[in-house]
Nanobody, 126 residues
């Protein structure tokens, strides 16, 4: 499988918006689950949300209503559209993939995905 590749990180002020992209050419077009996960310094990795091949999405309670995960099947790209960003400092966002599978039963199962991107950094300042 081809490793997912994230892009779109940067700095933004609290309350602003940002969109991340994940090139997932090795997955979109077949049966898969793609996810966005976040690493906050000093805290455990946690799930932001997932999308599977039929377009079903799940979001963590922390981002529900503010973040969405659309995908473009033609471009083989998944996105993370973030609004009302909170001043949480600098976080790393990872795109992860699991082929031939649907979404995990629990958002807490961050080890569900065998394929990970290198991550992209976001800084939200107050």
């Amino acid at each position: 499988q081809v490793q997912p590749v994230e892009s779109g990180g940067g700095s933004v002020q609290a309350g602003g918006s940002l969109r991340l992209s994940c090139e997932a050419s090795g997955y979109i077009g077949s049966w898969y689950c793609l996810g966005w996960l976040r690493q906050v310094p000093g805290k455990e990795l946690d799930a932001v949300g997932y999308i599977d091949s039929d377009g079903t999405t799940k979001y963590s309670g922390a981002v529900k209503g503010r973040f969405t995960i659309p995908k473009d099947n033609a471009k083989k790209v998944m996105y993370l559209e973030m609004t009302s960003l909170k001043p949480e400092g600098t976080d790393m966002y990872y795109c992860a993939a699991k082929p031939f599978s649907g979404s995990p039963s629990s958002l807490a199962n961050v080890n569900y995905f065998p394929e990970w991107g290198q991550g992209t950094q976001i800084t939200v300042s107050s």
